[in-house]
T-cell receptor
Framework: DQQVKQNSPSLSVQEGRISILNCDYTNSMFDYFLWYKKYPAEGPTFLISISSIKDKNEDGRFTVFLNKSAKHLSLHIVPSQPGDSAVYFCAAYAQKLVFGQGTRLTINP | SAVISQKPSRDICQRGTSLTIQCQVDSQVTMMFWYRQQPGQSLTLIATANQGSEATYESGFVIDKFPISRPNLTFSTLTVSNMSPEDSSIYLC?????????FGQGTRLTVV
């Protein structure tokens, strides 16, 4: 049972535009959500997080939105830059971290 | 933050053999976590390693297949035993900070 789902395996965005990565979850016990970025041959690095008591958290070009009623969160990157090309994982925490399958983001110049 | 060194970074192994992956953290931590990422899949928690006690394994993972050592508060090893091609994955160790998890760079294992 996939408790955290990223339904888009890949996304291609033009440089300078907005990238929107989506994530859905099923477990209402999740109370903390995170986004990680992963480059090839490297471990995931933390990007941004949000607590379930909030609906938005912003850090520079990165904004995470949480819609608890829809059990949906999204990561917005604006403006997108070529260095943002990576695989992005959303993760949710109840008693342990549960990861989505990842979305490969490609930023085209 | 925590800096995690993991080795080897990659290996190609024959089926039926075993590989031990090492994970070193630059600070003392109570719990260390081992994850697996199969091709095209999400990261899946294998087990939690506490110093001084046996590791706690997630459903679908057993100690005979993935023995873990945790000799001190900065080091852990994961062994992938009696490997088959289905074990070809990226294996990552991780520690938890106050608000996020930190990961090693991963070990890319290919079993032939």
């Amino acid at each position: 049972d996939q408790q955290v789902k990223q339904n888009s395996p890949s996304l291609s965005v033009q440089e300078g535009r907005i990238s929107i990565l989506n994530c859905d979850y099923t477990n209402s016990m999740f109370d903390y959500f995170l986004w990680y970025k992963k480059y090839p041959a490297e471990g995931p690095t933390f990007l941004i997080s949000i607590s379930s008591i909030k609906d938005k958290n912003e850090d520079g070009r990165f904004t995470v939105f949480l819609n608890k009623s829809a059990k949906h969160l999204s990561l917005h990157i604006v403006p997108s830059q070529p260095g943002d090309s990576a695989v992005y994982f959303c993760a949710a925490y109840a008693q342990k971290l549960v990861f989505g399958q990842g979305t490969r983001l490609t930023i085209n110049p | 933050s925590a800096v995690i060194s993991q080795k080897p970074s990659r290996d190609i192994c024959q089926r039926g053999t075993s590989l031990t992956i090492q994970c070193q953290v630059d600070s003392q931590v109570t719990m260390m976590f081992w994850y697996r990422q199969q091709p095209g899949q999400s990261l899946t928690l294998i087990a939690t390693a506490n110093q001084g006690s046996e590791a706690t394994y997630e459903s679908g993972f057993v100690i005979d297949k993935f023995p873990i050592s945790r000799p001190n508060l900065t080091f852990s090893t994961l062994t992938v035993s009696n490997m088959s091609p289905e074990d070809s994955s990226i294996y990552l160790c991780s520690v938890e900070g106050a608000t996020e998890a930190f990961f090693g760079q991963g070990t890319r294992l290919t079993v032939v």
